[in-house]
Nanobody, 129 residues
Framework: QVQLVESGGGLVQAGGSLRLSCAAS????????MAWFRQAPGKEREAVAA????????YYVDSVKGRFTISRDNAKNTVHLQMNSLNAEDTAVYYC??????????????????????WGQGTQVTVSA
């Protein structure tokens, strides 16, 4: 069983920054690929970024490239999403997700929500214009 708890969401003005964190339980966190998804009102859940178990590979949706950075600290069982230059289109509930299938994450499958075994409850990010 893996529990994921997100934090760091909030209200920010356009152009501002936020740093989301996801704390994970489980002794084998360092073997999980991790990802951030988001869901805006009336829209489908969208993959935002993912990071391999080692941190050596990262993937981003085009709309956040150059603005968001995903990172992980395996010693602290945490994954982060640094979000800069935020705009109104980034407003959504952000979810942390864990893929327990070590080595599965690739550039072609990282955004498939069905690959992820555990999900957090989400944290709201609201960007005001």
């Amino acid at each position: 069983q893996v529990q994921l708890v997100e934090s760091g969401g909030g209200l920010v003005q356009a152009g501002g920054s936020l740093r989301l964190s996801c704390a994970a339980s489980g002794r084998t966190f360092s073997s999980y690929a991790m990802a951030w998804f988001r869901q805006a009102p009336g829209k489908e859940r969208e993959a935002v970024a993912a990071i391999s178990w080692s941190g050596g590979s990262t993937y981003y949706v085009d709309s956040v490239k150059g603005r968001f950075t995903i990172s992980r600290d395996n010693a602290k069982n945490t994954v982060h999403l640094q979000m800069n230059s935020l705009n109104a289109e980034d407003t959504a509930v952000y979810y942390c997700a864990a893929d327990l299938n070590m080595g599965r994450l690739t550039g072609s499958n990282w955004s498939r929500f069905t690959n992820y075994d555990y999900w957090g409850q989400g944290t709201q990010v609201t960007v005001s214009a």
